[in-house]
């Protein structure tokens, strides 16, 4: 609390695309509410603070802090150091946070790959002399310096303790407005808040308990990309070859992505008990293709198996969009340590 007893609120953003800023906003007429409740204390995508500022608050002087993003360079991580020492309850807010999400793809890469492709083999780079951003750059005026570009990304609570985990890409914000309600009610009323650890704004259960789509036997053939299929608007995504997610995916968005014909991505990360969403989700498909028969011979069904696997566009890239950081593959190897 502060000097007008109200509770301070931050919100920062590492390694991330601004959604879930937007997505805080879209709680409509109720940011009114937190606005009233809270005095913000840092957060740059709508007000004018410097990070001076925030070193020069004493230690747990944030109430609150919703941090987005991942960790993907050495300012990413001095943020989360620095915002972890200031507030009492430290939140890692969407899945980029939460889990590395998009950013995190890159541990299927390497840094030089990345480098190379962005800077080098890029249709709308012009780089004839084949610059690299430096860590330090001397100019008439001092040095210049950059963040070290690290060679994996990770999670917030990859590299600090983390309170409490919302996940999302980004978090849905009815969703958000009942956290904040449960923050609020812990701040203002002493209401308990739920244990440190605790996945918050989300279901337990796998997103197809909260589908609507008739589900029957799964026996798939092949796959579809969503442009190859006009899709039966009733029945189970999956079950006609439309990669869905939703088995290996925590329910709480209210199955968004099936309800408009869409499969799930994965975006609200693995249901309780499910380490790998990754491994669940291929384990699910592996358990529901239906090709040849036990008495061909193996060398043909495994070739069928494969021409049915082979419809499965960017498998890695699909299994694991969201949970790379935090898979049990954690990156690809590349014969270097992982920082
Ligand atoms: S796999 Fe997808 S479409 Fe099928 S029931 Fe689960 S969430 Fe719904
Ligand atoms: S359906 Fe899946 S991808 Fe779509 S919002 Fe929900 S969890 Fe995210």
């Not at 959604?19 to 809270?38: R, W």
């Not at 962005?118 to 780079?125: A, G, K, L, Q, S």
């Not at 012009?126 to 570009?149: C, K, M, Y």
Request: proline content about 7%.
């Amino acid at each position: 609390m502060t000097e007008n007893g109200k509770p301070k609120l931050a919100m920062y953003w590492a390694s991330s695309c601004g959604g879930c800023e937007i997505s805080v906003l879209n709680i409509h007429e109720n940011i009114l509410t937190v606005d009233e409740v809270f005095d913000i204390a840092f957060f740059p995508c709508i007000a004018d603070f410097k990070i001076k500022d925030v070193e020069a608050y004493p230690d747990g002087y944030i109430d609150i802090c919703l941090f987005n993003g991942a960790i993907r360079n050495s300012e990413n991580e001095e943020m989360a150091q620095l915002l972890r020492q200031k507030s009492k309850v430290l939140v890692a807010f969407g899945s980029c946070a939460y889990e590395g999400c998009i950013p995190a793809l890159s541990n299927l890469t390497t840094k030089k790959a990345t480098f190379e492709k962005v800077y080098f083999n890029n249709p709308t780079i012009d780089n004839p002399d084949r610059i690299l951003p430096q860590h330090s750059t001397e100019v008439a005026e001092g040095e210049l310096t950059l963040p070290h570009f690290y060679h994996t990304v990770k999670s917030l609570d990859q590299v600090v303790e983390v309170d409490y985990f919302i996940p999302g890409c980004p978090p849905e914000p009815p969703q958000i407005w009942a956290v904040l309600q449960v923050v609020i009610g812990a701040l203002t009323a002493g209401q308990p808040l739920p244990p440190a650890g605790s996945i918050i704004g989300a279901g337990t259960m796998a997103l197809c308990d909260e589908c609507t789509r008739e589900k029957k036997e799964k026996t798939i053939k092949r796959f579809f990309r969503p442009y190859e299929i006009q899709p039966n608007p009733d029945q189970c995504l999956l079950e006609q070859g439309i990669i869905c997610m939703g088995i290996a995916t925590r329910s709480g968005c209210g199955a968004l992505c099936p309800s408009v014909g869409i499969g799930c991505r994965g975006c609200y990360g693995p249901p309780d008990g499910v380490e790998d969403q990754g491994a669940k989700m291929l384990s699910a498909i592996a358990s529901v293709l239906d090709v040849g028969h036990e008495s061909m011979d193996e060398d043909v069904l495994e070739e069928l198996i494969q021409e049915a696997v082979d419809t499965i566009a960017d498998p890695a890239g699909t299994f694991y969009r969201f949970s790379m950081a935090h898979s049990i593959l954690k990156r690809v190897k590349n014969g270097k340590g992982a920082a």
